[in-house]
């Protein structure tokens, strides 16, 4: 399945070109990289966030791939709601990905939209976060042309100690439409720490395929109040092999003005 990632829209070129002209009001950061779950959050209407991993390097069964970029576009677009558009792209760093495939594919591409149900501690309150998110598996480039489906439960707990968010997820697989499950949990530090250790675990399984195991630890530092840093070494397990990733980005949010 696509990993459910920190999740939101695809922001217009004019947007983009407000980025590098610094034209920019100052919002806070969410940087739920380098995880492939996410939080029960959602950016307020009218603001965008955009998370971008580079480069990093991911070796699976036996592939060594180059992963550039993996990005997350999330856009507020109503009261409590994002719209989000996310994927990767993947380079082989030894031959083609599959028989008769080029070296490069874009891969795990969706769109989904994330509904902030129960405000909580994330919001500023207290008790559980709580937000759905469902959407589209689009056609990849170079992998799978069908589309599937996706809808995600997530739960967010936080105090002064640290959050954690809970993530379980159900796919139906672009190609076959298979059966697919996602559980994972995330454990950050304090939120109050400009620089925070972080980690997550998940379980996945595709009933007509493999079963994955993974591990992931790091940390996230916070620049400012718009831009984050993040890097995290994920190990685990497909089936019987040995899966490995290093992961390195940044988050920032910004809304442009007219």
């Known amino acids: 399945m ?3 990632t920190p999740t939101r829209r695809l922001p217009r070129l004019s947007s983009i070109a407000l980025v590098v002209a610094g034209v920019l009001c ?3 950061a969410h940087a739920y990289r380098p995880f492939d779950g996410t939080d029960a ?15 990093g390097y991911l070796k699976e069964q036996h592939e060594h791939l180059l992963v550039t970029p993996r990005y997350v576009l999330n856009y507020g677009f109503a009261p409590d709601v994002e719209l989000v558009a996310d994927g990767r792209g993947l380079v082989s760093m ?22 902030l149900i129960r405000r909580g501690a994330l919001q500023g309150g207290t008790g559980p976060s709580v937000a759905l998110e469902s959407g589209a598996l689009l056609p990849t480039v170079g992998r799978d042309t069908g589309m599937g489906a996706s809808a995600a439960g997530i739960v967010s ?26 559980t994972g949990v995330i454990v950050e530090g304090p939120d109050a720490w400009r620089l925070r250790p972080v980690a997550e675990v998940y379980w996945e399984r595709n009933f007509s395929a493999e079963t ?3 591990l992931l630890g ?27 990733e290093v992961r390195a980005g940044v988050t920032w949010a910004f809304e442009a003005h007219d």
């Open 157 to 182: 707990l936080r105090n002064a100690y640290g959050s954690v968010h809970l993530n379980a997820a159900f796919e139906l697989t672009r190609e076959r439409h298979d059966r697919d499950l996602f």
């Open 41 to 55: 959050d959602v950016v307020p209407v009218g603001e965008t966030e955009i998370e971008l991993g580079p480069a």
């Open 2 to 4: 696509a990993p459910l």
């Open 212 to 214: 994955r195991l993974s």
């Open 26 to 28: 100052a919002l806070r």
């Open 218 to 244: 790091g940390a996230i530092l916070r620049v400012n109040e718009t831009v984050s840093l993040d890097a995290g070494l994920r190990v685990g397990k497909v089936d019987e092999e040995t899966a490995y």
């Open 94 to 115: 030894d031959q083609p990905i599959r028989a008769g495939d080029g070296r490069f594919t874009l891969d795990d591409t969706d769109v989904l939209v994330k509904w």
